[in-house]
């Protein structure tokens, strides 16, 4: 079955310490996205990529860095210099053409104690 | 930059038709998403506007007018499975790949 997957579901981790996420595609989506959703809240856009080996920062990247050097993966590094990181966080991919919807996956509530 | 807003709440009673707005300012538009998302689980796609008009799926309808930056979410024969929260999506930037979410609509539909 096609679709996108991150692990782990939830993640606990002492504050100052690096965390990182994954994020693995088989839809052969060029295009991938990190999303962060705090509580009641919308999608804000963390990081982007359009293609391997490329990705641009979204509005709130300060605090996290991304690689992106196979098309099925785009992990999330969630950094000590992250000042409020406890969320949920959220990965898409999509063609990047046409009406380009984002596929989601299932999210990972990450918590910072 | 982008910027987008949404009514934060709307309750409607089932079998009625709600119509949810949204405004929204981007540079370079592309087009104008819907997504949904139920409490603890993931958005999933809608509906897309990338020219003016009512886009129709199903149950759903979007529309888009361009001139005025302005889109909106139209659910008829609303279901209690309806009751969710709903976020408009702009893509913008250069090659429209940067999309922005609104801060999202949250239905209650009532029996």
Same mark, same amino acid.
């Given at each position: ?27 052969? /989506? ?42 099925? #993966?785009?992990?999330? *590094?969630?950094? #000590? ?11 898409? #991919? ?13 999210? *990972? ?5 | ?6 009514? #934060?709440?709307?309750? @409607? ?9 949204? *405004?929204?300012? *981007? ?10 998302? /139920? ?10 506007? @990338? ?37 408009? @999506? ?22």
């Amino acid at each position: 079955d096609g679709g996108i997957t991150q692990s782990p579901k939830y993640l606990f981790r002492k504050e100052g310490q690096n965390v990182t996420l994954s994020c693995e595609q088989n839809l052969n /989506h060029d295009a991938m996205y990190w999303y962060r959703q705090d509580p009641g809240q919308g999608l804000r856009l963390i990081y982007y990529s359009q293609i391997v080996n490329d990705f641009q920062k979204g509005d709130i990247a300060e605090g996290y860095s991304v690689s992106r050097e196979k098309k099925e #993966s785009f992990p999330l *590094t969630v950094t #000590s210099a992250q000042k409020n990181p406890t969320a949920f966080y959220l990965c898409a #991919s999509s063609i990047g053409s046409g009406r380009n919807e984002q596929f989601f996956g299932p999210g *990972t509530r990450l918590t910072v104690l | 930059g982008q910027s987008l807003e949404q009514p #934060s709440e709307v309750t @409607a009673v089932e079998g009625a038709i709600v119509q949810i707005n949204c *405004t929204y300012q *981007t540079s370079g538009f592309y087009g104008l998403s819907w997504y949904q998302q /139920h409490d603890g689980g993931a958005p999933t796609f809608l509906s897309y506007n @990338a020219l003016d008009g009512l886009e129709e799926t199903g149950r759903f309808s979007s529309f888009l007018s361009r001139s005025d930056s302005y889109g909106y979410l139209l659910l008829q024969e609303l279901q209690m499975k309806d009751s969710a929260s709903y976020f408009c @999506a702009v893509r913008g930037g250069t090659g429209g790949f940067k999309t922005i979410f609104g801060a999202g609509t949250r239905l209650f539909v009532k029996a």
